[in-house]
């Protein structure tokens, strides 16, 4: 049954890996409804997203690739909370997405990865302007967020770091999006790491990895039997302290989802990151 506190969700990308994941944890809510499944792939239209999910019963919820029409549908529901647009899709497409969720008064909680700078800028003035929540959240693993805590606190002491990222070989794109907030997270003290030691040649390109802000050097490895996995390196004379995050499993970003779904509809503008929600 349904109330003004039950939250209509729509997920976009529900064929993908995390869609799926996704659209199980939200059937099993008790103050969630699936009422939307958008995903653009064709072999999946028409297919029922909790089936596909691979739930036992069925969702009645067909997969659809018709954003607007969903977003209007949703936003024309008056007897529940304010929806919520759940994004796992590409990063090519999420632009777009949220600014389309946004338009129509959908909250998006966005774990799609890619965005630039300039985007992610753009995207807070619009969620500013239209009053409206909006979740831009790089990792919902809570083990992320821990492993993020301890490397600012190890960073105030080691003025070298470097990040290594591991995907599975179906990532888009590079650096992952976790890495790059890890870097900022660690930017933002205002030290720059890493001081030159010696004048360095690539012999390769890329052989030293990305750049990101104050020295950071980030590694992206994609292979398949990886899942996701980050490791950040602090050394010093004589020691080396590495923090190490692995996922075995995409059930872990759940916990974080239903969370985000949640939070979203008590803010007015865009949140980035898991750790300013928890
Ligand atoms: N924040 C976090 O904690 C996490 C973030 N991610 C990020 O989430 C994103 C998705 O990851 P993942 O599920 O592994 O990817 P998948 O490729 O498995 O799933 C993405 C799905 O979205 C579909 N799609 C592509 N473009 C659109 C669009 N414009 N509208 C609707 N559907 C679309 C794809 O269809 P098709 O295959 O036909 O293109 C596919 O079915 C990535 O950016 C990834 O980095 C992943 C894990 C955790
Ligand atoms: O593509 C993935 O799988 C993941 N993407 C996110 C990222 O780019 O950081 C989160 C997690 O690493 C899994």
């Known amino acids: 049954m349904t109330n003004q506190s039950t939250i209509p969700v729509i997920v976009n990308g529900a064929a993908g890996k995390m869609g799926r994941e996704v659209i199980k944890a939200v059937a099993q809510a008790p ?3 699936l009422m939307g499944a958008l995903d653009t792939s064709p072999e999946h239209q028409d297919k029922d997203a909790g089936e596909l999910a691979g739930l036992s019963e069925p969702l009645e919820v067909p997969i659809t690739n018709q954003l607007e029409p969903m977003l209007g ?12 647009m759940v994004d796992f ?6 632009y777009d997405n949220v600014r389309s969720a946004i338009a129509y ?3 998006p909680v966005v774990g799609t990865t890619g965005l630039s700078p300039e985007q992610v800028q753009d995207l807070t003035d619009f969620a500013e302007k239209a009053s409206t929540g909006c979740l831009l959240i790089p990792n919902f693993s809570i083990g ?6 301890a490397a600012v606190n190890a960073s105030k002491y080691f003025d070298h770091v470097e990040i290594i990222e591991l995907h599975h070989n179906q990532k888009a794109d590079a650096p992952s999006g976790t890495a790059i907030q890890t870097a900022q997270l660690l930017a933002e003290l205002g030290k720059t790491f890493n001081p030159p030691q010696v004048e360095e040649t690539e012999k390769l390109p890329g052989a030293r990895g990305s750049l990101a802000d104050e020295g950071i050097r980030i590694h992206s490895v994609r292979l398949p039997g990886l899942i996701a996995h980050q490791e950040v390196i602090f050394g010093a004379a004589g020691q080396i302290y590495t923090l190490r995050h ?4 995409r059930s872990c970003y759940m916990p974080g989802v239903l969370l985000a779904i949640r939070k979203v509809n008590q803010l007015k503008s865009l949140v980035y990151g ?4 928890l």
Request: aromatic share 2%; glycine share 8%; charged share 25%.
């Open 31 to 33: 103050d969630m409804i």
């Open 73 to 84: 549908y949703v936003a024309g529901e008056r007897q529940m909370a304010p929806g919520v």
């Open 89 to 94: 899709t590409h990063p090519d497409a999420v």
């Open 105 to 107: 008064g959908i909250r």
């Open 144 to 149: 992320m967020v821990l492993l993020q805590q």
């Open 246 to 249: 692995d996922t075995s499993d």
């Open 274 to 277: 898991l750790e300013k929600i």
